[in-house]
Every structure is written in C-alpha cells, then in structure tokens.
C-alpha cells in the first residue's frame, strides 16, 4: 500500500515529505538559508519540482515544516541527580552543535532575525528553548531539594552553560565530553548548597 498523509486533492506521500525535510536540513547546513532554492531540494529528495510547490508556496513555509518536524533526542538525565542531568543535557547539546552544518543553520536562521520574525521563532521553539526549559526546570527541582543553593540565579546559569557550548563552537574548538566535563564542574561551585554551609560554619 503507497504511505500517503490524506490532504487537499491529492494523497500526500509520507516518504515524500520525508525526503524533502531531510533534504532542505541538509541543504541549510550546507549553504545557509540564503542559498537555499526549492528546485535544490527537489532534486536533492529526488522529487519533482510540482511536488514541492503543490506542498509550500515559499520557501520560508518549506523550512518551518522541516524545524517543526525534527525528531530531537529525549531531553531528560538521571532522575534524582541534578548535576548529572544537566551534565546530561549539555553533552547532547554539544553533540548536536558538533553535526556538520549544525552552526550553519543556526547562524543563518538567526541572521534572519528582523526580516523573518517568524522562521526564528520556530528555530528557538523547536531548537533552542526546550532544553533551556529543562535545564531550568532540574535547577528549580534541585533548589527545592536542597542540592542547589536558594540564592541561584537559575536563568543566568541556562544562559551561561549553553553560551559556553556556542562560544567554543565559533571559535572552532571541539565540543567534547572534557569541555562539557569543565563547564559543568566551574559552574556547579557556584551552585553546589554545601558551599552556603561552609561558609556559614566559618
């Protein structure tokens, strides 16, 4: 039986749209937003230049449908352990930043910010705010728990593990398990609770 998605007119074929979503990330990472051309990711799914255009009338709504479809890994760490999980968290960060293209895409979404408000508020929803809202959920649970010091500034924290990994990336340096190993232990002393009591005991 043909996979097909039911839509307006004629059936829509899933491996179709599978195609054309892999290809148009891929095209991105190659040669940023700009240089992205629907007839380059027809030929690139190896689909026909109709099927594209029955589909997306732009190429912005043919980018959005490919950011809102990405399967991201799971973003979840070990239950009961903050620091592990956000350690967790980081390295799937960085092995996503560290794929081929994945700077590329980013940059080139981004630099759009002013002229197309909306293709990077689909980048930040699908890619960049979820593992922030992770993050700062586990150091919000920690705080309750006692394991993370009340006074964290769990936003500035978010903002300081993930500008880390971006930093690093521009310039050029590798994003592997010893720099996420870094940041996680430079950054955990200043939220680490014990520290509170030691400083009060003194």
């Not at 799914?45 to 594209?52: C, D, L, N």
């Not at 699908?126 to 649970?141: H, I, Y």
Request: hydrophobic content about 45%; some cysteine.
């Amino acid at each position: 039986m043909t996979d097909v998605i039911a839509s307006r007119g004629r059936p829509r074929s899933r491996t179709a749209d599978t195609a054309i979503r892999r290809a148009t990330m891929t095209i991105l990472g190659e040669v940023g937003y700009d240089g992205l051309t629907m007839a380059a990711v027809a030929e690139r799914a190896e689909v026909g230049r109709p099927t594209i255009y029955r589909r997306f009338a732009s190429k912005q709504e043919l980018v959005v449908d490919a950011l809102l479809h990405i399967d991201g890994a799971p973003l979840e760490g070990p239950a009961g352990d903050a620091r592990a999980a956000v350690s967790a968290l980081l390295e799937g960060a960085a092995t996503a930043l560290s794929r081929p293209g994945a700077m590329t895409v980013i940059g080139s979404l981004l630099a759009r910010t002013r002229e197309d408000p909306l293709l990077v508020d689909v980048l930040r929803r699908t890619l960049l705010s979820p593992r922030s809202e992770v993050v700062q959920r586990v150091l919000a649970d920690a705080v309750t728990s006692g394991e993370v010091a009340p006074d964290a500034d769990i936003e500035v924290v978010d903002a300081m593990l993930f500008g880390s990994l971006l930093a690093r990336a521009c310039m050029g340096h590798p994003l592997d398990t010893a720099w996420v190993g870094r940041v996680i232990t430079a950054i955990w002393r200043s939220l680490d609770s014990s520290n509170e009591r030691v400083a009060v005991g003194t």
